[in-house]
């Protein structure tokens, strides 16, 4: 069997076998409380996503509420709101948002920050590309005018928009956290989470989505950066081993 070898100091070695190492590994990664609070909150959000998949794709369920919340939107916003809206959505479009994070982690990357890099691209990435599946899956459409200000192409089903900014907040927040102090912490959480809701909010003012699409999209963004943190995390626990 292999070994390797460590010293607790040069007089008194100590013998610790490679499969022994893992072992601990193991057994303190089953036995953290933050990846089991992660595991838990990427279980809810999947089953939250499935759940709306299966009534979108039957249309009944909680889909009753999607045109009596849209129609309540549409009589109650303003010709500025649109405008405002219509900018920040054109701003925020998914595959401009995943270009800015390729072009980010090649930063990280360059700098020796690879790990953080590799997983701010394949979370984007990986959302952008499940997003798409899940579009092609339910081919939902999208509300029409009057509830939409205009009437945007493809599906809507989920909100490619939310889907990415808010996997784009969790994981930068996740990569970020270990070197950020108290005050950067708080800051990155509000942020996040005006970013996030103003997102939702955009999505919903301007008719482009139904009330569930935005919803299962922030769902799946919870797996996602579930995914992130928890590989984080056994990652920290792996290295002080």
């Known amino acids: 069997m292999s070994e390797v070898r460590l010293s607790t100091s040069s007089e008194d070695p100590v013998s610790i076998t490679i499969p022994g ?7 303190d ?9 992660t595991a838990f909150a990427g279980s809810i959000g999947l089953l939250v996503f499935g759940w709306l998949c299966d009534a979108v794709g039957e249309q009944d369920g909680i889909t ?8 309540w939107i549409a009589a109650h916003r303003s010709a500025s709101e649109e405008q405002v809206a219509l900018l920040a959505a054109k701003a925020t479009s998914p595959l401009l948002l995943v270009a800015l994070v390729v072009a980010a982690s090649l930063v990280l990357w360059i700098r020796d920050h690879r790990a953080e890099a590799v997983l701010l691209t394949s979370a984007v990435v990986g959302a952008y590309a499940i997003g798409g599946l899940a579009k092609l899956g339910e ?4 509300p029409s005018v009057p509830l939409s200000v205009v ?3 493809g599906a809507s089903f989920p ?11 969790l994981v930068t927040g996740a990569t970020a956290w270990g070197h950020l102090h108290r005050r950067g912490k708080c800051l990155a959480v509000t942020v996040a989470a005006v970013a996030t809701v103003a997102m939702s909010l955009d999505r919903l ?9 935005v919803t299962a999209s922030l769902a799946l963004a919870v797996v996602i950066g579930s995914l992130v943190i928890g590989a984080i995390r056994v990652r920290r626990i792996a290295s002080v081993k």
């Open 21 to 27: 190492v893992r072992q601990r590994i193991y057994r």
């Open 29 to 37: 990664v089953l036995r953290d409380k933050h990846l089991l609070l």
């Open 64 to 71: 009753v509420v999607d045109r009596p919340m849209a129609m």
């Open 139 to 142: 081919h939902r459409a999208r």
């Open 151 to 153: 009437q945007e192409p």
């Open 159 to 169: 909100s490619g928009h939310v889907l990415i900014l808010a996997t784009i907040a």
């Open 205 to 213: 003012a301007v008719g482009a989505h139904w009330l569930t699409d």
